[in-house]
């Protein structure tokens, strides 16, 4: 199978099945206790069938590590699930020996970490895969003598001390529309359509809606049903017929995530301390120089953001933590658009290890009223995703 097909196939299964897999490839023992913040939210064990070593994570963060092991090995769901549970999502669970040979090789991966690297997630799945079912062993000259490919999208990069974060944001401030205009813009409706994974990249309309200081909401209206996804300010949910619950609270980075970029959709001061430290480099998307900020939690890089020539924001990563690594969420933005004074990206795309989608917006308008309803939490919705969730 060549990539195109593989990522064909993976795209096709992961979003209806991901969360779906039931017997969790995982580490040796338990995953640490969950924080504070997810006090309430459902762990994986309670969720899904077959949970022998991936417990104690919230769901969400079972979505990422199963994405991990899908881009490890750059392979779709059935690689190490049966062929079946394409179309039963029951037969997920069912164990297979490269599940079980999994297990073994995540169990020498946390040994390696907790040896060497003070238990860090220093070696990975991707590590030594870095997507394909075979570690290579032997040396490869390609690599050696061939032209180096560099990757944006890195945590560890060369610091530029010649840049300051607060002139880089200053520069996006005016870039935008300078921060009067910023501040006069509180308020946002959108329509569009969205292609993904879950629509097998087919466009379906999209209703987008945003209040400051950084509220925002998402309504996809997919064939089976409304998808919508919610963050009001503090929490986030994802509710649809396309989830593998009636109703997720995403927790951690991803809600973090989530926080940062309604950030984005209303910018201000409060995006220069997003983070209490930020360190700068240079680097290129597209054959196109950027800047890129990086910003730090808890002594962990888990956010960057890549500014354009012209000082716009073109890309924002943020890295979720979880028991076999860290795991990106790429968000891309283009298409800038002047509403009421201020640029607005009308395209957005959205990269992660499980699912990959496009926003178009058509129409913006800008200082809406917007009824409170839009930003609550959302109820669940029930729908065949749902429906093989274990009880």
């Avoid at 220093?122 to 075979?134: D, I, K, L, M």
């Avoid at 957005?348 to 496009?358: D, I, P």
């Avoid at 959302?378 to 429906?387: L, N, R």
Wanted: overall charge neutral; aromatic content about 10%.
């Amino acid at each position: 199978m060549n990539v195109g097909s593989r990522r064909a196939l993976f795209g096709a299964a992961v979003i209806g099945a991901v969360c779906l897999w039931g017997a969790a490839l995982g580490a040796s023992q338990a995953a640490p206790a969950a924080p504070a913040q997810t006090a309430g939210v459902p762990m994986s064990e309670q969720v899904f069938k077959n949970i022998q070593m991936l417990r104690g994570i919230p769901v969400d963060t079972f979505f990422d590590a199963m994405g991990m092991f899908a881009n490890a090995m750059g392979n779709d769901c059935t690689f190490c699930h049966v062929s079946k549970a394409y179309f039963d999502k029951a037969m997920f669970a069912e164990q297979t020996p490269r599940m079980q040979r999994a297990r073994g090789m995540i169990a020498m991966m946390n040994t390696i970490n907790k040896q060497y690297f003070a238990g860090q997630p220093r070696v990975t799945c991707y590590t030594c895969h870095a997507g394909s079912q075979s570690p290579r062993s032997d040396p490869d000259f390609m690599t050696q003598y061939g032209t180096p490919i560099e990757d944006p999208n890195i945590r560890d990069f060369p610091t530029d001390r010649r840049i300051v974060a607060d002139q880089v944001f200053d520069k996006y401030f005016q870039a935008l529309g300078g921060v009067d205009r910023l501040a006069k813009f509180t308020s946002f409706t959108g329509k569009g359509t969205y292609a993904g994974f879950d629509t097998s990249f087919d466009k379906v309309p999209v209703e987008v809606y945003g209040q400051a200081p950084g509220k925002t909401s998402m309504v996809v209206h997919l064939e089976i049903g409304a998808s919508t996804k919610t963050y009001d300010g503090t929490n986030a949910w994802l509710a649809g017929p396309d989830t593998p619950m009636p109703l997720m609270t995403l927790t951690e980075g991803n809600l973090d995530r989530f926080r940062l970029e309604g950030m984005v959709a209303f910018p201000s001061a409060a995006l220069k301390q997003a983070f209490a430290q930020w360190r700068g480099g240079r680097t290129a998307i597209d054959d196109k120089e950027v800047i890129v900020l990086q910003g730090s939690a808890d002594g962990q890089p888990v956010a960057n953001l890549y500014f354009d020539e012209s000082g716009l924001l073109v890309r924002l990563i943020r890295w979720t933590r979880t028991p076999v690594g860290f795991v990106p969420t790429e968000i891309d933005y283009s298409n800038f658009r002047d509403v009421s004074g201020v640029k607005v990206p009308f395209n957005r795309r959205v990269r992660q290890t499980y699912m990959e989608m496009t926003l178009e917006l058509s129409d913006v308008q800008a200082n809406t009223r917007i009824d409170a309803s839009r930003f609550a939490k959302p109820a669940p919705v029930q729908g065949p995703g749902s429906a093989a969730v274990a009880k």
